[in-house]
C-alpha cells in the first residue's frame, strides 16, 4: 500500500511540476523552445503535458439543451411498417405501409407506367 502511495504522490508532484511550467510559459514572452532550453526541459515533454492540460471540446463549449416537442403523426400520411411491401415499378421504387390508399397508389402506377 505505502509504495502505492508513494507513486501517486510522485505522479501527482510531477504533475504539478509541469503544470507550474505550463503556466509560467503562458505568462512569459517566450516561445515553447526557448522556455524549454531556459528551464532544460525536452521540448516533446513539453509539448505532451501541454497537450494534457489543454481544455477538451466539452469544458471549452458544453452543449446545449434544447426542448423538443412531440408530436403524434398525421393519420392522412400513410405510415410504412416493417409488415409493408415494396414495389417496383420501372425504374422507381415505391414503399406502401400497411395503411395505403388504394386509389392513390392505381394513380402513381398509371402515372410511373406512362412515363
Known amino acids: ?11 501527482r508532484i510531477k504533475r504539478n511540476l509541469w503544470k507550474h511550467h505550463i503556466e509560467s510559459w503562458k505568462n512569459s514572452s517566450l516561445s515553447q ?3 524549454c532550453r531556459q528551464h532544460n526541459l525536452k521540448v516533446y ?3 505532451y503535458w501541454k497537450k ?21 403523426p398525421d393519420k392522412s400520411e400513410p405510415v410504412l411498417g416493417s409488415s409493408g411491401i415494396s414495389l417496383l415499378i420501372n425504374r422507381y ?3 406502401l405501409g400497411i395503411e395505403f390508399n388504394s386509389s392513390t397508389l392505381s ?5 410511373l407506367e406512362v412515363r
Open 1 to 11: 500500500m505505502a509504495k502505492n502511495q508513494s507513486h501517486a504522490d510522485s505522479v
Open 33 to 35: 523552445a526557448a522556455y
Open 45 to 47: 515533454d513539453f509539448q
Open 52 to 72: 494534457r492540460f489543454k481544455p477538451t471540446q466539452e469544458t471549452a463549449h458544453p452543449s446545449k439543451l434544447l426542448p423538443v416537442t412531440l408530436t403524434s
Open 93 to 95: 421504387n415505391v414503399q
Open 107 to 111: 394513380k402513381l402506377i398509371d402515372m
